[in-house]
């Protein structure tokens, strides 16, 4: 089985693409593992910061749980594009607690900002879990006349240093044809 390194590094254009396509959802599907090693799929309301995740979960749910047990997931985006077809997205990537209260504050802005009309799955509970996906194999998926191309990218060491554009806006619209394959 291929590991995310045997992948190539992801490049500026890339990166720019997939982060337009992630700012412009709000809804992603997280397989997550569950302790008999059963994978279990759900979907919750993120947002991004260029290629990195943020999801909420209630501190009590086995979600929370089965992550700090292992924080290995898998996520799957779809969009439907104004320009025909469909494009996706499917990640590998590892997920972590936000702690730090000023990033908390940060995140807690950029989601009114983004999505000021809009509460998407959030959790009902007074105490919940700010999760960080951070990817570390990307695959941006197209499909055009009944026919799909993946292509899978690597976020390693190399693409470490790889600048993301600050504003990822929804206002920037749909990826267009032209740029859904890399």
């Not at 992948?7 to 720019?16: C, D, K, N, Q, S």
């Not at 909420?56 to 439907?80: C, F, G, M, W, Y």
């Not at 997205?89 to 807690?108: F, G, K, Y």
Request: charge should be negative; aromatic fraction near 4%; glycine fraction near 6%.
């Amino acid at each position: 089985m291929p590991t995310p390194e045997t992948y190539p590094p992801i490049h500026g254009g890339a990166v720019e693409t997939i982060a337009r396509l992630l700012a412009h959802e709000r809804l992603m599907s997280i397989g997550i593992n569950r302790p008999d090693g059963w994978p279990q799929v759900t979907t919750v309301g993120y947002i991004n910061d260029g290629l990195n995740l943020y999801f909420v979960t209630s501190r009590e749910s086995q979600k929370l749980a089965n992550l700090k047990a292992d924080p290995r997931v898998s996520i799957s985006i779809h969009s439907n594009m104004e320009v025909g077809g469909a494009v996706g997205v499917s990640m590998a990537a590892r997920a972590s607690e936000v702690s730090d209260p000023a990033e908390v504050e940060r995140l807690n802005r950029m989601m009114l900002e983004r999505w000021p009309m809009v509460s998407v799955y959030c959790p009902a509970t007074s105490s919940i879990a700010i999760i960080h996906l951070k990817p570390e194999l990307i695959c941006a998926i197209s499909a055009s006349a009944g026919r799909s191309k993946t292509e899978c990218f690597s976020l390693g060491a190399a693409a470490a240093d790889i600048p993301v554009a600050a504003e990822t806006s929804r206002s920037a619209g749909a990826v267009s044809a032209e740029a859904r394959l890399f």
